[in-house]
């Protein structure tokens, strides 16, 4: 089985500070994808942000980048210069690899992004 | 690319009666479909996924004869809510996966808000 843990339920930051986004996880695949996905009002659900769990390097994508943990199970999220767009409600997930390895989700956390 | 259509976005029914989602992978092909539920302020709920040519697999707790999902073609699955309740009310996501790509990245539709009188 595997499970993911957001911690934060709320979090806030001010325009163009930088932002930390918890997130643990557990699963006894050896093969498997962290995602980080971006949920805004709209509901449209948006990739953030992919790891490859055999990857040691950490993923980054413009202001977005992870800090991955493997033997701590963790994949926290750092958003650089925050931007007020990016309030959201983000989510960690997990899935195994294979044509149909499912994606788990955590509780979410809340962004405010405040100007 | 990779773009994931639901229709219709917004639905209100009476008890009762039947509703039906549909959701398209529009620029590719998906041999799996997702089908989630969430709850305002909660996270998504992997209801159910569904194969192309073949049954749905549901998740435990979710009930196959009230959530009937067909994945008829490559591009196409759908969910029927049958005698709906207001308890079924909720939002309906699904997403799709691209099996050209390597890793399990999941594209989804923007959803679809049911509402049960």
């Known amino acids: 089985a595997q499970t993911v843990t957001q911690s934060q339920p709320e979090m806030s930051v001010q325009e163009a500070e930088t932002v930390t986004l918890s997130c643990t996880y557990d699963t006894s695949e050896s093969d498997y994808y962290l995602f980080w996905y971006k949920q805004p009002p709209s509901r449209q659900m948006i990739l953030v942000i992919r790891?490859?769990?055999?990857?040691?390097q950490n993923a980054t994508e413009n202001r977005f980048s992870v800090n991955f943990q493997k033997a701590a199970k963790s994949f926290s999220l750092k958003i650089s210069d925050s931007q007020l767009g990016d309030a959201a409600m983000y989510f960690c997930?997990?899935?195994?690899?294979?044509?149909?390895?499912?994606?788990?989700f955590g509780q979410g956390t809340t962004l405010q992004v405040k100007p | 690319g990779a773009v994931v259509s639901q229709h219709p976005s917004r639905v209100i029914c009476k008890s009762g009666t039947s509703v039906k989602i549909e959701c398209r992978s529009l620029?590719?092909?998906?041999?799996?479909m997702f089908w989630y539920r969430q709850f305002p302020k909660q996270s998504l709920m992997l209801m159910a996924t569904s194969n192309e040519g073949s049954k749905a697999t549901y998740e435990q707790g979710v009930e196959k004869d009230k959530f009937l999902i067909n994945h008829a073609s490559l591009t196409l699955s759908t969910l029927t809510v049958t005698s709906a309740h207001p308890e079924d009310s909720s939002f309906y996501i699904c997403?799709?996966?691209?099996?050209?790509?390597?890793?399990?990245?999941?594209?989804f539709g923007p959803g679809t808000r049911l509402t049960v009188l």
């Open positions: 790891q490859e769990a055999y990857k040691q």
């Open positions: 997930a997990v899935a195994r690899s294979g044509n149909t390895g499912k994606l788990i």
């Open positions: 997403s799709a996966r691209d099996h050209r790509l390597l890793a399990n990245e999941q594209f």
């Open positions: 620029d590719f092909q998906a041999t799996t």
